[in-house]
């Protein structure tokens, strides 16, 4: 039994994925779920993001992707396709690389996840460091809060969670504030009074939570 497991978090720039060209292109945040490889190397994704139909219209035109559906659910589109591009979470995945949550934002890339063991660790690594455009953001080990996803673990939905996290990242809580409320739910494909609704429900369930 190996005692070390490793949340691992890449930042990876310049990969021409169809999902970080189609979210430059429309300039919407997409979710993705961690891809189901296929013995043919081929990659079946689900993901989710704004509603948007500049995003839609671009992942519709790439034609690395093939059976894209899209459907609305909580205020959001979600997304099922096959893709004909590997992309460098599967380089990753290949040498032992757990991945978890994959963002992409304006062209760039965020893949979290779990690495068991240093051995696999420093595979990982390597790997990434083969790769175009791959940097180690943070790494850490798992801890016991470790198995449950931020909005499970603080009672906040995926789109509350979202607008938390683009908004700590933007600088909107920052003092003075790096980013307005219009800028932010520009940004995340909604509008102003969606994010600010969204950011006062997720602030009341993380407080709630904080000061029980």
């Given at each position: 039994m190996i005692d070390e497991c490793l949340v691992v978090e890449f930042r990876v720039t310049g990969d021409d994925c169809p999902l970080a060209v189609a979210s430059r292109e429309a300039g919407v945040a997409v979710e993705c779920e961690p891809p189901q490889l296929r013995d043919d190397g081929y990659a079946l994704l689900r993901f989710t993001a704004p509603e948007s139909d500049d995003l839609a219209a671009a992942l519709d035109a790439d034609g690395r992707l093939r059976y894209l559906h899209r459907s609305a659910a909580d205020g959001r589109d979600v997304y099922r396709c096959l893709s004909k591009r590997p992309c460098v979470v599967h380089e990753l995945t290949?040498?032992?690389?757990?991945?978890?949550?994959?963002?992409?934002?304006?062209?760039?890339?965020?893949?979290?996840?779990?690495?068991?063991?240093?051995?696999?660790?420093?595979?990982?690594?390597?790997?990434?460091?083969?790769?175009?455009?791959?940097?180690?953001?943070?790494?850490?080990?798992?801890?016991?809060?470790?198995?449950?996803?931020?909005?499970?673990?603080?009672?906040?939905?995926?789109?509350?969670?979202?607008?938390?996290?683009?908004?700590?990242?933007?600088?909107?809580?920052?003092?003075?504030?790096?980013?307005?409320?219009?800028?932010?739910?520009?940004?995340?494909?909604?509008?102003?009074?969606?994010?600010?609704?969204?950011?006062?429900?997720?602030?009341?369930?993380?407080?709630?939570?904080?000061?029980?």
């Open positions: 290949n040498v032992g690389f757990m991945a978890e949550t994959l963002t992409y934002r304006d062209g760039v890339e965020r893949h979290t996840g779990a690495v068991v063991g240093y051995d696999v660790l420093q595979g990982v690594l390597e790997a990434a460091g083969e790769a175009v455009g791959v940097r180690l953001e943070r790494l850490y080990p798992l801890g016991p809060e470790g198995e449950k996803a931020a909005a499970g673990r603080w009672n906040v939905t995926p789109a509350q969670e979202e607008a938390l996290r683009a908004a700590l990242e933007m600088g909107y809580f920052s003092v003075p504030r790096g980013a307005t409320a219009a800028e932010v739910a520009s940004e995340l494909g909604i509008s102003k009074t969606a994010f600010l609704e969204r950011l006062r429900r997720g602030q009341s369930g993380l407080f709630a939570q904080v000061f029980v």
